[in-house]
C-alpha cells in the first residue's frame, strides 16, 4: 500500500544533483520511498551522492549556496528577519508559556542534541524537547530508510518551530508505525493528538503529512468513511481551542500513485490539510539577502521545467464541502472546501538548514524544502500570536478569512502579503492560477509577522 507523502520537499543532496543534472535515489526517502514525492533514476550511487554532496560540517553562506548550487539556503535569524519577527521579540513575544506539539512516526533518537546545536550555531537559546511516546515505538535503526526519513522529518519540524517561537515550549510525539493511506499510522497518530488534546497538551500542532483524499478506502464509491472516522482528534481539538495545521503538499495539483513512481492524472488535494478544521499551510518562494531582507517580494513555490523539484500543493476538496469560512471566496472554490489556506517557505531552491546527528549518512547539516518546512514555519507564529492573546487561538480559519477580507478592502494592518503569479501545475497536471487574494495555490498568502500575530490574536 502506497505511505502517505511526508511533506518533506528536497534535501542539498538531492537539488543539487537535480540542478547538476543529476538524479539520485533512496538518500532520504519519505514515506512511500519517496523523496520530495519524486522518484528518480539515478546514474550513480546513491551512497556516492551524498559523500559528494553532504552532509557538510556546517552551514554553506547564501552566497555559496547560490554559486556552488545555483539556490538559496537560509537560517534561523534570517528566517526570523524574512517574517518580521524582531519587532515581537523586543516586546518579548516569543512564544513563552505556549506550546507546539509535532508529531512524526519513530521520531530521532538525538533530537535534543542537534536541536541544540542548530540554536547555538544561529545563536538562540535551546529549549527542551519533551518527547512522548506513542505505542510501542521500535528502537531506532539508523539503517533503516523509513525510520531515517522520519528522522529528518523530525529535525525539520522541530527545527523550524524552534526558529519561528524560540520560547514556546516543543513536545515531540513519537508513534511506533509507519504512516501509511490511513490504514495503518494515521489511527495511531490520531489516537495520540486526541490523547494529548484532552490531557491539556498543547496549543498548536503542526502535521508535515498526508495522503491524497483519493487513495483512501471507498473513495471512488463515494464512501468516505474510511477518511471521517479519522476526524475525531480534530473534532476535540476544536473543542478544546487548539490550533491544528498540515502541509498541503509538494506535488502541486496532483499526488503520487500507490507505487510510488508516477501521479494521478487529474487534480486532487490531500487530507489532513483539506479538512475544515485543519489550517493547510502552502509553500512560497522566499528571495532574501544573507541578512534574511527580502530581495523581491515571496512568489508561489512552482515547477518551471526542467528543474522537476516539486511544487505547492493545493486544489478542491472532494470529500468536503465549502466551508462556511470560505463563502466569501466561493468564487474560486466553488462548492468545494480548498486548500491551502496560507503559505511559508517552502520552495527547496530557497530551501532551510537542519542538522542531523544520528546516523553515518546523516551526520551534519542539510538543506531541506517543502511544505514540510512551510507548516512548522507557521505553528511558530501562530505559538507567537497564542502569547500575545494570553489564550489559544483554536481554529484559525475563520480569523485568517476574515483578515483576507480586510486586506482585500484596502484596510492596513492585516499581516497578511499577497502572492500573486504564477500556478501549482506539476508532473503534467495544470495547476491553479495564483491570483490577488485567495488562490487555490497559496491559500490568502503569506504572513509579515509583526502586523499578523497582533492582527490574530485580536480576532482569536
Request: glycine fraction near 14%.
Amino acid at each position: 500500500m502506497r505511505r502517505s507523502t511526508r511533506q518533506c520537499g528536497v534535501s542539498t543532496l538531492a537539488a543539487a544533483a537535480l540542478l547538476a543534472g543529476t538524479v539520485l535515489t533512496g538518500a532520504a526517502p519519505a514515506a512511500g520511498g519517496i523523496l520530495a514525492g519524486h522518484r528518480l533514476p539515478a546514474p550513480v550511487p546513491a551512497t556516492a551522492q551524498h559523500r559528494l554532496l553532504g552532509p557538510f560540517p556546517t552551514p554553506y553562506t547564501v552566497a555559496d549556496c547560490q554559486a556552488q548550487f545555483q539556490r538559496s539556503c537560509y537560517g534561523a535569524t534570517q528566517l526570523e528577519q524574512a517574517y518580521d519577527e524582531q519587532p515581537l521579540f523586543d516586546r518579548g513575544i516569543t512564544g513563552a508559556g505556549r506550546t507546539v506539539v509535532i508529531v512524526d512516526s519513530y521520531g530521532s533518537p538525538t533530537i535534543q542534541h542537534d536541536l541544540d546545536v542548530y540554536s547555538a550555531h544561529y545563536g538562540i537559546p535551546s529549549t527542551q524537547v519533551q518527547v512522548v511516546k506513542w505505542g510501542n515505538v521500535p528502537v531506532f535503526d539508523p539503517t533503516n530508510d523509513d525510520m531515517t526519513g522520519w528522522a529528518e522529518e523530525t529535525t525539520i519540524d522541530v527545527d523550524m518551530a524552534h526558529a519561528m517561537a524560540p520560547g514556546a515550549r516543543i513536545v515531540l510525539v513519537e508513534t511506533g508505525v509507519s504512516e501509511t493511506t490511513g490504514v495503518t499510522g494515521f489511527p495511531e497518530m490520531m489516537n495520540a493528538e486526541d490523547s494529548l488534546i484532552k490531557k491539556g497538551v498543547g496549543d498548536v500542532i503542526s502535521q508535515s503529512f498526508g495522503t491524497a483524499e483519493n487513495t483512501f478506502a471507498g473513495f471512488d464509491q463515494g464512501d468516505y468513511s474510511a477518511l471521517l472516522n479519522l476526524r475525531f482528534a480534530y473534532r476535540d481539538a476544536q473543542a478544546h481551542g487548539v490550533s491544528v495545521l498540515a502541509s498541503s503538499g509538494d506535488n502541486g495539483s496532483t499526488d503520487v500513485e500507490n507505487d510510488g513512481s508516477t501521479y494521478f492524472p487529474s487534480p486532487v488535494v490531500s487530507w489532513p490539510p483539506s479538512d475544515p478544521l485543519v489550517t493547510g499551510v502552502g509553500g512560497t518562494s522566499v528571495h532574501l539577502d544573507a541578512t534574511g531582507h527580502r530581495l523581491s517580494p515571496d512568489t508561489v513555490w512552482d515547477d518551471p521545467a526542467p528543474n522537476d523539484h516539486g511544487a505547492t500543493g493545493g486544489g478542491k476538496s472532494k470529500v468536503f464541502p465549502r466551508p462556511p469560512f470560505q463563502t466569501a471566496v466561493q468564487g474560486v472554490t466553488g462548492g468545494s472546501r480548498g486548500v491551502p489556506d496560507v503559505s511559508m517557505l517552502g520552495d527547496p531552491l530557497t530551501g532551510v538548514w537542519t542538522y542531523n546527528s544520528y546516523g553515518p549518512q546523516d551526520n551534519g547539516w542539510e538543506l531541506w524544502g517543502g511544505t514540510s518546512v512551510a507548516s512548522p514555519i507557521f505553528s511558530g507564529v501562530v505559538a507567537l500570536a497564542d502569547q500575545q492573546a494570553g489564550h489559544r487561538l483554536g481554529n484559525l480559519n475563520g480569523a485568517l478569512y476574515a483578515l483576507s477580507a480586510l486586506q482585500q478592502a484596502g484596510l492596513p494592518g492585516t499581516g497578511l502579503v499577497d502572492v500573486v503569479g504564477g500556478s501549482n501545475t506539476y508532473a503534467g497536471v495544470a495547476g491553479w492560477p495564483v491570483t490577488p487574494g485567495y488562490d487555490l495555490a497559496t491559500g490568502v498568502g503569506t504572513v509579515d509577522a509583526a502586523k499578523f500575530v497582533p492582527a490574530l490574536a485580536r480576532l482569536g
